[in-house]
């Protein structure tokens, strides 16, 4: 059973920084793909950015240059660089793994852009 735990959601003023951070336990053998999903109050969970195994990632055009997902070697861990925070950034951001047998979910953290 593969676990997710999301942190480092805040409240930061727009123009600010984040980095969130997912931690993977279980096995990782069977991963295909991890990613970043956000959901705001009456919208679908919309993919931020991906990673594939093979290494590439795919971001969603709003965060195009302004955020990066990067990885360690062990997939145990997960990361999102957030620059240049808009208020349309806000949102619960969730961890997401996609593996050979299933997919999995984290609890969501709350960012929060606000002057």
């Known amino acids: 059973q593969v676990q997710l735990v999301e942190s480092g959601g805040d409240l930061v003023q727009p123009g600010g920084s984040l980095r969130l951070s997912c931690v993977a336990s279980?096995?990782?053998?069977?991963?295909?793909?991890m990613g970043w999903y956000r959901q705001t109050p009456g919208k679908q969970r919309e993919l931020v950015a991906q990673?594939?195994?093979?290494?590439?990632?795919n971001y969603a055009d709003s965060v195009k240059g302004r955020f990066t997902i990067s990885r360690n070697d062990a997939w145990s861990s997960v990361y999102l660089q957030m620059d240049s925070l808009k208020p349309e950034d806000t949102g619960v951001y969730y961890c997401?793994?996609?593996?050979?047998?299933?997919?999995?979910w984290g609890q969501g953290t709350q960012v929060t852009v606000s002057s």
């Open positions: 997401n793994s996609r593996e050979t047998l299933d997919t999995y």
């Open positions: 279980g096995d990782r053998s069977a991963i295909w793909h």
């Open positions: 990673i594939t195994a093979g290494g590439f990632t």
